[in-house]
């Protein structure tokens, strides 16, 4: 009888552990974006970084490329041209810019449809052409000028999943969540003023979907409309659109 009691209190035991295990683990796991390509299938050839650049991530910082982005370009190739263009820093920009980039300057890049291409990887600190302390900074960023388009929602969603799932990976909260011009204050506009829009105010709309998909939730991503002043143009995501733009612009 007592050894029936004692087995019992023990399965209850490990049954409550069990059913708290699992609650936690529903509540802590952000599955990976869709949409992702890691470094390894678009084929990046970075070169090795050194020990001294390693880091432990605490903040998720965003930009933009700050180059205005047509629906005629090929993801890959901007992210092989960016790279191979870092490696060749010292020979083509002159100094303080000459600085050797062994890989992208950023962590993960986002195209105008979506898609998430892995970048540098996440146990390095990133690059920058400001001043600010590197280490620490996820750098996540989104392809195009947003000085003079406007993301698209595919990009803004793959971002706040993105930027889920590495709070959730490296166990960050949501007041992680940064931008270049706030971190290197006064020396750049990045991430362009119709991206940075939904990380201003409180409270400000970004944190809130991300926030949302840690929950468990499907965020409700709603772009606002143009800025007073701002750029009109949502950023092309195939060549018809284009063409159609251009028919618009003429
Ligand atoms: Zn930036």
């Given at each position: 009888m007592k050894k029936r009691i004692g087995f019992s209190v023990t399965t209850g035991l490990l049954l409550l552990g069990l059913r708290l295990g699992i609650a936690e683990e529903v509540r802590g796991e952000v599955p990976r974006p869709p949409r992702f390509v890691t470094a390894e299938e678009w084929?990046?050839?970075?070169?090795?970084?050194?020990?001294?650049?390693?880091?432990?991530?605490?903040?998720?910082?965003?930009?933009?490329?700050?180059?205005?982005?047509?629906?005629?370009?090929?993801?890959?190739?901007?992210?092989?041209?960016?790279q191979a263009w870092g490696k060749r820093r010292p020979e083509l920009e002159p100094p303080p810019r000459n600085t050797y980039w062994p890989d992208l300057p950023y962590h993960f890049l986002i195209?105008?449809?979506?898609q998430i291409f892995a970048g540098r990887p996440v146990i390095y600190e990133p690059e920058s052409n400001t001043q600010y302390e590197l280490a620490g900074h996820l750098g996540v960023e989104l392809m195009g000028n947003f000085e003079e388009q406007r993301p698209s929602q595919p990009q803004v969603e793959s971002a706040v999943r993105l930027v889920a799932w590495l709070l959730a990976e490296h166990g960050l909260p949501v007041s992680a969540i940064s931008t270049h011009a706030?971190?290197?204050?006064?020396?750049?506009?990045?991430p362009g003023r119709d991206f940075a829009r939904y990380l201003e105010g409180e409270p400000a709309p970004f944190p809130e979907w991300v926030a949302q998909v840690l929950q468990?939730?499907?965020?409700?991503?709603?772009?606002?409309p143009p800025l007073e002043g701002g750029p009109t143009q949502v950023i092309g995501?195939?060549?018809?659109?284009?063409?159609?733009?251009?028919?618009?612009?003429?």
């Open positions: 084929g990046s050839q970075p070169d090795p970084i050194g020990d001294d650049r390693r880091h432990t991530p605490r903040y998720v910082t965003l930009h933009h490329a700050g180059v205005v982005w047509t629906p005629d370009r090929d993801p890959v190739t901007f992210l092989r041209n960016l195209a105008s449809d979506g706030k971190v290197a204050a006064g020396q750049t506009s990045c468990g939730q499907t965020p409700q991503i709603e772009l606002g995501t195939s060549a018809a659109e284009s063409a159609t733009e251009q028919a618009v612009i003429e």
